[in-house]
């Protein structure tokens, strides 16, 4: 997946800084579509800031009520991911949602990937025109849980000036921030080791990480929809240094089954949020 390289962060924190002083006394309240959603939780959508190449930002932001959760697009024992529609939004050519490291929750149904508090998904937008306004029209459908799990849907629209000033530049970046970026061979954190065995009637993932800091790490597996990637287990005899997990994968027979699959592991450790892809042999 094409996270924003460190450049491009960069330059998005750069822009944050000049529309802070660039921005008109009126428009720091504007910037934003009305709530739409109900008890459990709110959402809508949030102006951000106009990046050098002309792309904009924007974020979709959920207020949640105390002890409910939403999820992460990989939600799970159970749950469902928010899904986004842009296809009535003007002046649009493509849309990019970017994902914050979620954090593992256990509820009656088992152990889930999402959101516990408030939070923002940042948006990338690239205009037709960046000269002209852009119109984001969004249909979404999520997903929220407290004892019991309910589908949510609004229907939300949002005009962003070309310049792309408004109050919630700072808030998209703050979350910008949380978006795993990839991992390369120097990373702090990284996948090592895959392999694949037999387990029963199935089989299971084991994982090895390497890290240059003792502390814990919380991993999040993905892979094809065809299977179910149960949630990594913390396996003994890892030194400080090494990571190992078992990764049990429904919908696979075989080992034989995985090969030649992509999969693409999240690891957090602390305020480090990596992601990496990685080829079954």
């Not at 914050?100 to 088992?110: N, Q």
């Not at 249909?139 to 609004?154: D, N, R, W």
């Not at 702090?188 to 240059?212: H, I, P, R, W």
Request: hydrophobic share 40%; proline share 7%.
């Amino acid at each position: 997946m094409n996270f924003l390289t460190g450049t491009m962060r960069a330059a998005f924190a750069a822009a944050l800084a000049l529309s802070a002083f660039a921005a008109p006394a009126p428009a720091l309240a504007a910037g934003a579509s009305d709530w739409k959603g109900d008890d459990a939780a709110r959402v809508r959508l949030i102006a951000g800031a106009r990046m050098p190449d002309g792309k904009l930002f924007a974020g979709l932001e959920f207020d949640l009520t105390e002890g409910w959760k939403t999820y992460w697009r990989a939600p799970g024992d159970s749950g469902v991911p928010s899904v986004f529609d842009w296809q009535r939004s003007k002046n649009v050519k493509s849309v990019k949602v970017h994902w914050p490291a979620p954090t593992r929750f256990k509820d009656k149904y088992g152990w889930n990937n999402g959101y516990a508090k408030d939070f923002v998904f940042p948006i990338e937008i690239k205009p037709k025109n960046p000269s002209e306004p852009v119109k984001l029209e969004l249909l979404l459908h999520y997903g929220v849980c407290e004892e019991l799990c309910i589908p949510g849907k609004a229907d939300l629209s949002l005009v962003m000036a070309p310049e792309g000033h408004s109050g919630h530049q700072a808030l998209i970046g703050r979350y910008l921030q949380m978006v795993p970026q990839p991992a390369n061979p120097q990373s702090a954190v990284k996948v090592s080791a895959v392999q694949v065995e037999k387990a029963g009637e199935g089989v299971k993932l084991d994982v090895t990480l390497n890290k240059e800091i003792a502390s814990p790490v919380t991993l999040f597996v993905e892979g094809p929809s065809t299977y179910y990637f149960e949630i990594p287990q913390r396996t003994s005899g890892a030194d400080d240094k090494t990571s190992r997990f078992q990764v049990v994968v429904d919908g696979a027979a075989e080992p034989a089954d995985l090969k030649g699959q992509e999969l693409t592991f999240t690891a957090v450790q602390g305020e480090l949020r990596l992601e990496q892809t990685w080829r079954l042999d």
